[in-house]
């Protein structure tokens, strides 16, 4: 027989306590019933002998103390999963949402998923061609890897992600399937419809799985979002072989539903008010990338979040840079000069990008040009540093090459069209010539035998001009 | 028997029991998952439990053990890695697949396999604690010595086993004991992870903890049983560096715990110390490597237990005689760990949420290193060196400041460095070591008599480049007079040609000690005769033209670690052509 509570105890936020609950399990999922006929779905978040409290995901409005009958499920928060998940639109917790119906599941597992075990993992080595020249050569996306977009309200990430996604390429695509799987967590409906509008008219819709919680959505949805969605891609990289992109926005707004669900519960806060264990839980989402030995497919997560103020030591990009294996940082003061993408160079990074590139994956030269053109560019910022202080034409006759190679770095190597899609030789060729405008003998980082094989200031003056 | 009360993560509670005792180890619910106990009052006992809680229920049981939690010591510790309670991972990984399980029961070290021992004691020889009884090969590399456990009163040998194949939990000896009591001695023993053991003496540390990489030997030195701490912002190298002293530091074992980090950097690990070859001994690193991986995903109970598993293995190895080298990556996540177990328990507070007794739990830990004679009479060092993620990569957080306070080497990653790509990017202004002095006499003896000299003033060099640089940031380097240009040119080619070292290059990734010397040397010697020529009238711009200093920043490229005496011949190239720019001046 089932067992059916009448009634709360009390409703605080988004929480609330049932009395004289028996057999209930940390962590499993209750029904609520209205007595208008509505039903909302619950998690025990805390439980002692006779008292159980509950998150309810669809918010507590409406509920009062005694118009509910809630029931136990007796398993944690279970997501169904198929196969004909791609290509449908889900709410935030795995309801399908497009008016197409229910799925028919081939398997339940719980979202929560399980810990992966270092000796179990592969270490993620082949590279994915973004088509991008400053990510594919400088920050270098791998198979398996996470790696976030740090950006600012306002800032072109959207148009990033959706271009990464239409471009992404294996470098030894051999057929196999290729799938996305987009999880927006309180995202405004506009950026959630400019989502789905690009993967439409790029034609890759039947092959994106969305998760969708929109910012008025409840937050409890919110923390549930980015765990269905790693759960559903978890099944189709792992079961079905399929290499999983998952793109994940805004992890800001997560990590403020986590401090708003934190704070009603009454724990103590740590930095700015976050949850003491905001690390611990942004991990249970990112660590879900990566490769399982035994299995082709691969689930590979580019999370984006905007640094509130553009504050790269919030503790949300903090901690998440901590996790990641690198990141991609967009900047506003190239935004502004109309650069696109505007992703500042120097303080990006992908952590996988060494055993992912050279010789075999993408060319024997490429982390000679990389390293020169972080070098070079690093140089560009003394150069302007200094001009800002005793004017460009003070500058001694090394930095103006600097202020020169600076300038065409960004007009020609960042900026890059939405609709422009660059092949890796192309990119690498591109770093050479401008690297060419420079001294040979500034290039600190290179060997002499690259130097004489890609070392070319005729072919640079024919394509910048002198 | 005592039940679940209440479940809050990974904290839960036990109403009216007095059976529990603090730190004792207990078997939690059904699945009999491993929790501690970490609060002990009239009404609650509280427990603390190293795996997932999900599905957990009020009214399991929960069975103490009797025992606080232990690390089990003995051969098959090497070339294995565990989880942040001595889980064997490979083994989980046979017993329930690619995703970790809860409640999965495994002995630590093998238990099948059978070692070759040698019983080095004989009926009536008398034991004390601390005194090794068997030893046998556990890796090609390392010879496992089973000791009479530090607590034990000792006694005399009654019985031994003949030399032959044996497996762990074999008895290989008995003693009796001066109260009559009989021993059986097998080949492992416990030890509890919380409590240090002990030993006769410690020893001033006075030999450097060799590592190859050029900033660390020579500029800012560990000593054997030392301490240090690598702070560094998210992105400048921590992981990176750590790695390379483990592959490269002249300790005969590494522990290596990855404590919160990333899964794919320890599937790195592995993969990449198996393929190693250790320059002193031809043999795979993994030979003398252990792995204490708890991913910033596994639980976070067991995050704070793995820096105590790490250093009770060390420790264990430090007492056969070994030198260790624990890196520790990274101590903050284990600092959070605290902080988050802190906030269940409804602590108060001190700063930043942590806990008020973070500094004692980062003290007691450090002052685990050392260099020590034995309770067999052997020396051993435990050295500890441990990386910080300070948050907002600000040095002025609690997790670094207290770290700073109980560390005497300090390896400060900068970030501005690591912006350039420079690697390692160890601020060489901000960073400090306090071994320099202890370590003057065996660089003296052993390296060159002059090392301290050259080293000396390369430090100044770039202490004094660190003052010209306000100038220079304001006004370029134009306006220097060139005595001052040429001190900017040469802390460049410091920098560039000795400080930065590539990881990934066969000769540069690890560099002798002789060749470091050297490097210096020639640094400082082109100074010296570049300052006397511009004494004596010649241009700065035709010291440049030389193209020496291009030519001493390639050296570590271009002069192979074996072929030290090709110094020579630089030696005399350069004091010829600067003969020759005099005379034409």
Known sequence: MELKYVGLSEINGPLVVLDGVKDVAFDEIAQIDLSDGTRRLARVVEVSQDKAVLQVFEGTKGLSLTNTTTKFSGKPMELGLSKEMLGRIFSGSGRPIDGLGDIAPDKFKDINGSPLNPVSRTYPRNYINTGISSIDALMTLIRGQKLPIFSGSGLSHNKLAVQIARQAKIADDNGQGFGIVFGAMGVKNDVADYFKRSFEESGALERVAMFINLSNDPIIERILTPRCALTCAEYLAFEHNMHILVILTDMTSYAEACREFSSSKGEIPGRKGYPGYLYSDLASIYERAGIVKGSTGSVTQIPILTMPNDDITHPVPDLTGYITEGQIVMDRHLEQTGTYPAVAVLPSLSRLMKDGIGEGYTREDHSMCANQLFAAYSKVQDARALASVIGEEELSEGDKAYMRFGKLFEEHFINQGFDVNRSIEETLDLGWSLLSTLPKAELDRVDDEHLSKFYDPDKAKTLFGE | ?585
């Open chain 2, 1 to 585: 028997m005592d039940t679940i009360y209440s479940i809050n993560g990974p904290v839960v509670k036990v109403k009216n029991s007095r059976t529990f005792s603090m730190q004792e180890m207990v078997y939690v619910g059904k699945k009999r998952l491993i929790g501690e106990v970490i609060r002990v009052t009239e009404e609650f006992t509280t427990i603390q439990v190293y795996e997932g809680t999900t599905g957990l229920m009020p009214g399991e049981s929960v069975e103490g053990t009797g025992s606080a939690m232990s690390a089990t010591l003995g051969p098959g510790i090497l070339d294995n890695i565990f989880d942040g309670i001595q889980r064997p991972l490979k083994k989980l990984e046979e017993l329930s697949g690619a995703f970790i399980a809860d409640g999965a029961n495994v002995p630590s070290v093998d238990t099948q396999k059978k070692y070759s021992c040698t019983i080095t004691v004989n009926v009536g020889d008398r034991l004390s604690a601390g005194d090794i009884y068997c030893t046998c090969p556990e890796t090609q590399l390392i010879t496992h010595k089973c000791m009479l456990s530090p607590l034990s009163k000792g006694g005399e040998v009654i019985w031994r086993a003949p030399d032959g194949e044996y497996k762990v939990s074999d008895t290989v000896v008995k003693i009796k004991t001066d109260s009559g009591e009989q021993q059986e001695l097998t080949l492992c023993q416990k030890w509890p992870i919380r409590t240090p053991r002990p030993c006769k003496q410690r020893l001033p540390g006075t030999r450097p903890l060799i590592t190859g990489q050029r900033i660390i030997d020579t500029v800012l030195p560990i000593a054997k049983g030392g301490t240090a701490a690598i702070p560094g912002g998210f992105g400048t190298g921590k992981t990176m560096t750590q790695h390379q002293l483990a592959k490269w530091c002249d300790a005969d074992i590494i522990v290596y715990i990855g404590c919160g980090e990333r899964g794919n950097e320890m599937t790195q690990v592995l993969e990449e110390f198996s393929e190693l070859i250790d320059p002193h001994t031809q043999r795979p690193l993994t030979d003398r490597t252990v792995l204490i991986a708890n991913t910033s995903n596994m639980p976070v109970a067991a995050r704070e237990a793995s820096i105590y598993t790490g250093i009770t293995l060390a420790e264990y190895y430090r007492d056969m005689g070994y030198h260790i080298a624990i890196m520790a990556d990274s101590t903050s996540r284990w600092a959070e760990a605290l902080r988050e177990i802190s906030g269940r328990l409804e602590e108060m507070p001190a700063e930043e949420g942590f806990p008020a007794y973070l500094p004692s739990r980062i003290s007691e830990f450090y002052e685990r290193a050392g260099y020590v004679e034995n309770l067999n009479g052997s020396e051993g060092s435990v050295t500890i060196i441990g990386a910080v993620s300070p948050q907002g990569s600000d040095f002025s957080e609690p997790v670094t400041q207290n770290t700073k306070r109980f560390v005497r080497c300090f390896w400060a990653l900068d970030k501005s460095l690591a912006y350039a790509r420079h690697y390692p990017a160890i601020n060489w202004n901000s960073s400090y070591s306090e071994y320099v002095g202890d370590l003057e006499k065996f660089y003296t003896e052993n390296v060159n008599e002059n090392f301290m000299n050259v080293r000396q003033q390369i430090s100044s060099i770039l202490v004094e480049e660190n003052t010209l640089m306000e100038i220079v940031k304001l006004m370029g380097t134009d306006v220097l007079p060139d005595d001052q240009k040429l001190l900017i040119e040469t802390a460049r080619i410091v920098r560039v040609g000795f400080l930065q070292q590539n990881a990934y290059h066969k000769d540069d990734t690890y560099v002798p000690l002789e060749k470091q010397y050297l490097m210096m040397k020639t640094i400082v010697d082109f100074y010296t005769l570049a300052q006397k020529a511009l004494s004596d009238g010649v241009l700065y711009d035709s010291i440049l033209k030389t193209g020496w200093s291009d030519k001493i920043i390639k050296i570590k490229y271009d002069i192979p670690n074996d072929r030290p005496e090709m110094f020579g011949e630089y030696e005399k190239q350069m004091a010829a052509d600067f003969e020759k720019l005099t005379e034409v001046a």
